[in-house]
């Protein structure tokens, strides 16, 4: 079946550019949730949405970083006014249902670069 | 807080050879513990996890780890690799309690393989 996917793949922002990035989990999966990967780095727990309700998005690094789920599927997250610090892999990850014990099923991530 | 130390940032190993991936974790329960891995331009791939019961647990890939809860250790371990093994490795560490459950990860372990 289809696993997750995120689109775009890549993205190259200038600098106060807002970006939306798209993220299409596994069909039927409860949990979603938003990394963000720096170079080198790994990744970093941004939010986390169970359905189309945000319940923990203590991980956003500044109020310039926004996501949503509104239908309890597809997710996007948006960045307003980009900045270099920005920069990095951002990845979305689903699970099937609530509890920490399942796995979490990756996507390839958007790789993006704020010039 | 929880927290993942993986001590090595870059391994290499023989084709062959025997491999061991460290990894300690700071966690105040019981955790759920998870081994990923990360080829270039890929997403995360789960390798194996644990969350109680046996502390030997075997994975895909010919990959086992084990569960020192007295060493906060969930070391990964392959007895033979192969020249596709090389890429990028995260333990990561999960809640086990009610709430948000989402991934704390290590900085990884980049595994270069020499044919």
């Known amino acids: 079946g289809a696993g997750v996917s995120q689109s775009p793949r890549y993205k190259v922002a200038k600098r106060g550019q807002d970006v939306a990035l798209r993220c299409d989990p596994i069909?039927?999966?409860?949990?979603l949730f938003w990394y963000q990967q720096a170079l080198g780095q790994g990744p970093e727990f941004l939010t986390y949405f169970q359905n189309e309700a945000q319940l923990d998005k203590s991980g956003l690094p500044s109020d310039r970083f926004f996501a949503e789920r509104p239908e309890g599927s597809v997710s996007t997250l948006k960045i307003q006014r980009t900045q270099q610090e920005d920069s990095a892999v951002y990845l979305c990850a689903s699970s099937l249902s609530t509890s920490g014990a399942n796995e979490q099923f990756f996507g390839p991530g958007t790789r993006l670069t704020v010039l | 807080a929880q927290s993942v130390t993986q001590p090595d940032i870059h391994i290499t190993v023989s084709e062959g050879a025997s491999l061991e991936l460290r990894c300690n974790y700071s966690?105040?329960?019981?955790?759920?513990l998870f081994w990923y891995v990360q080829s270039p331009g890929q997403g995360l791939q789960l390798l194996l996890k644990?969350?109680?019961?046996?502390?030997l647990v075997q994975g895909i890939k010919g990959f086992e780890a084990e569960f020192k809860r007295s060493q906060s250790s969930f070391n990964l371990r392959k007895p033979s690799v192969h020249w596709s093994d090389a890429a990028e490795y995260f333990c990561a560490v999960g809640r086990s309690g009610a709430g948000s459950y989402q991934l704390t990860f290590g900085k990884g372990t980049k595994l270069s393989v020499i044919p």
């Open positions: 644990y969350f109680s019961g046996d502390t």
């Open positions: 966690y105040g329960a019981t955790p759920y």
């Open positions: 069909s039927g999966h409860v949990s």
